[in-house]
């Protein structure tokens, strides 16, 4: 800048500014080595755990760099440095119950599982031993159900919507009940089977199939989001070469558009199915409990992995006379845990894997 | 979106082959079936529940009368549902600007799935999560709390001693909002124009002024309908509540204390086995209560989604 155009104070300001010591690039390195140490010193002499010295440690990081920051480079960088470090440590934060949690499932859960405890029923037993048998077909088979009512409707739906109904009324309706759907509490729609239910067969009714319907409305309008999702990005290009052959309007829908978007699809239907597979409250509500294996969806209760998790959980038995630990229904809570996880994310990773290997080959946003 | 779109089918059709009138018929039968559900969820709710406003005094214990029954279950929602928004809206944020703007590129998406694992994890997990590892974890902290801040009447005490406290069944449920308001703000985030960034970054603001001045007012709407969504979620939310908290009928705003009011959706969960068909009725009139409340706050958030796009394409 040549001195000689006028300039005003201000812009002495920010070239004086621009001239102003920065941290070196170790500057985090050295904060973090020294409040460790100090958080350290501070955890043995006082005699607290260690996970509270970590705590210590990790505040003491995000206050010791934004302060040295405040003194050598001024206000404005000490607020984006503080700015950084609270949003890296909210991320940090939120991965502490995760990783707890997937520790512990698979900690407590991994020694139950055994070959009996995958083909026993819960029927006369007493204390420790059992298994998940009836609830891994309660589960199977009402979700199958579910799968087999909603996968239909969303899909018919989500055609109506991009193919035949653009801007009507109903669909402008159907749009905005999908909307509305998404957002029943999932008690709400175990409420709402067994009023139906009982309505057909009188007060005492439990059976699977109730719980088929109140998963189906909860599925419903996630298989309807990313089917009319997927059949949107298919290019009219290939609809209008169809019509050009002289192709009736449903055969276009059958042979070209659905092929098109299958993948898309099938990852939707995936990731429905597995949110659902873990709902408990409305198959508690209308599915009941049972400790024997149930195969009929229309008769009887029906007991569900998650639904067992919890019934073992509220009811878990007495410790043995002299045994000192957890009563026996915590084991199986938490081995049933780990075999709905494991299914909940092999059906993710199945669906991430489908959708990765079908996706559409345009530009998309992260 | 409209240029992927099907062109209009011409008014003056020729041939209108039957297989397109079956194929057209199904799709709009399941479009209207949808309507039917919804419509049945109301139908079936108010046929069962009705009987349960006025069913007799002793089924409604301790309370006297139906909206007595139900008011503190109200009030517990809420309160659950206010204590998981406050911890987990500045973390969602937080996490979702450290997904936009401040992770590595090439790790933002991996990390994305991760934060989208916690919303895949069954509700009663978490529920056994929180009760078992969480609440005795947390017995500590409401001690602590109890004794350097029981002025404030959140944390009146006494302190619980088993960890089971609102404080406790708040946190899982703001765990398992996270996920929720994290997406959706994340996207709104990187949604940001570019432009607005560089030029702020161009006039010499830091990344914190730059987010602050471009990012934040673009997404305020996106955000505040994240958190409506995730206020749903929080209200209708039955298992992780049920099975951290022992609940009693009181109005307390108590957070650490061992006398919880329970929430409406935890109620019925907990209250169903033992179920006569006058209590079942009482039960399902509180669900119609709990739907009323959610599709409140869902269509509200609805509301200023669409707003906002309107701005949006101004």
């Known amino acids: ?366 | 979106m409209s240029v992927t779109a099907p062109s209009p089918p011409r008014a003056d059709k020729p041939v209108v082959r039957p297989g397109d009138r079956i194929f057209a018929g199904t799709a709009r039968l399941a479009a209207l079936t949808i309507m039917l559900a919804l419509a049945g969820v109301f139908v079936f709710l108010a046929i069962e529940g009705l009987p349960g406003l006025s069913a007799p005094e002793n089924i409604y214990a301790p309370a006297t009368d139906f909206w007595s029954y139900v008011g503190p279950l109200v009030f517990g929602t809420i309160l659950a549902a206010v204590v998981a928004l406050v911890i987990a809206v500045p973390f969602s944020i937080g996490v979702a600007l450290f997904i936009s703007h401040y992770a590595p590129a090439r790790v933002a998406t991996p990390i994305a799935y991760v934060i989208d694992l916690l919303a895949a994890v069954p509700s009663v997990v978490y529920g056994l999560w929180g009760g078992l590892a969480l609440a005795p974890a947390l017995r500590p902290a409401i001690d602590w709390l109890y004794d350097h801040l029981s002025f404030i009447p959140f944390f009146a005490g006494p302190p619980s001693v088993t960890g089971r406290t609102m404080l406790t069944a708040g946190i899982v449920l703001a765990i398992m909002v996270v996920p929720i308001t994290t997406a959706i703000s994340r996207e709104v985030f990187a949604q940001t124009p570019r432009l607005h960034e560089e030029a702020a970054m161009a006039l010499g603001a830091t990344r914190w002024e730059m987010i602050r001045l471009a990012v934040f007012p673009y997404a305020r709407s996106g955000v505040i309908s994240a958190v409506m969504l995730g206020l749903g979620r929080a209200l209708g939310e039955t298992m992780a509540v049920a099975m951290v908290l022992s609940a009693t009928p009181v109005v307390t705003l108590n957070l650490i204390s061992d006398t919880n009011p329970a929430t409406i959706a935890s109620n019925i969960a907990s209250n169903y086995k033992e179920a006569s068909p006058d209590k079942q009725a009482v039960l399902i009139a509180t669900g119609l209560v709990l739907f009323a409340v959610t599709f409140a706050v869902n269509f509200a958030a609805r509301w200023v989604i669409g707003r906002g796009e309107r701005n949006l394409t101004r």
């Open chain 1, 1 to 366: 800048m040549s001195t000689t155009t006028p300039l005003e104070p201000d812009s002495f300001a920010i070239t004086a500014n621009l001239a102003q010591p920065r941290l070196p690039k170790w500057a985090l390195l050295l904060v973090a080595v020294l409040a460790l140490g100090v958080a350290g010193l501070v955890t043995l002499l006082l005699g607290w755990s260690p996970y509270a010295g970590l705590v210590l440690a990790i505040a003491l990081a995000a206050v010791g760099l934004p302060l040295w920051s405040l003194l050598l480079e001024g206000r404005r960088s000490a607020a984006d440095r503080f700015a950084t470090s609270l949003v890296w440590a909210a991320f940090g934060v939120v991965l502490v119950p995760l990783v707890w949690l997937i520790w512990l499932v698979v900690k407590n859960g991994i020694g139950v599982i055994n070959g009996e405890f995958l083909t026993y029923d819960m029927r006369n037993v007493v204390g420790a031993g059992g298994g998940i048998y009836h609830a891994l077909w309660g589960t199977i088979l009402i979700t199958l159900a579910a799968a087999i009512i909603s996968i239909p409707i969303g899909l018919f739906t989500a055609i109506y919507l991009v193919e035949y109904g653009r801007g009507s009324r109903l669909a402008r309706v159907t749009t905005f009940l999908v909307d509305v759907m998404t957002g029943i509490p999932s008690i709400v729609a175990g409420l709402f089977a067994l009023s139906l239910f009982v309505l057909i067969f009188g007060p005492a009714i439990r059976i699977g199939f109730g719980g088929a319907v109140a998963l189906s409305l909860l599925m419903i309008p996630t298989v309807v989001r990313s089917s009319e999702e997927m059949l949107r990005l298919v290019p009219s290009d290939l609809r209008e070469a169809s019509y050009a052959l002289g192709i009736p309007k449903w055969r276009t829908v059958v042979k070209v558009v659905l092929p098109t978007a299958l993948g898309g699809i099938i990852t939707g239907v995936v990731l429905a199915i597995s949110r659902v597979i873990g709902e408990t409250a409305p198959l508690l509500v209308v599915a009941g409990a049972t400790d024997s294996v149930n195969f009929n969806l229309f008769e009887g209760r029906m007991m569900t992995l998650p639904v067992y998790i919890f019934s073992q959980y509220s009811s878990p038995g007495v410790v043995p006379l002299g045994q000192e630990g957890d009563p026996p229904g915590y084991a199986r809570a938490w081995g049933a845990a780990l075999v709905l996880i494991a299914i909940v994310m092999v059906l993710n990773l199945v669906a991430r894997i489908i959708g990765a290997y079908f996706a559409p080959k345009t530009e998309r946003r992260r």
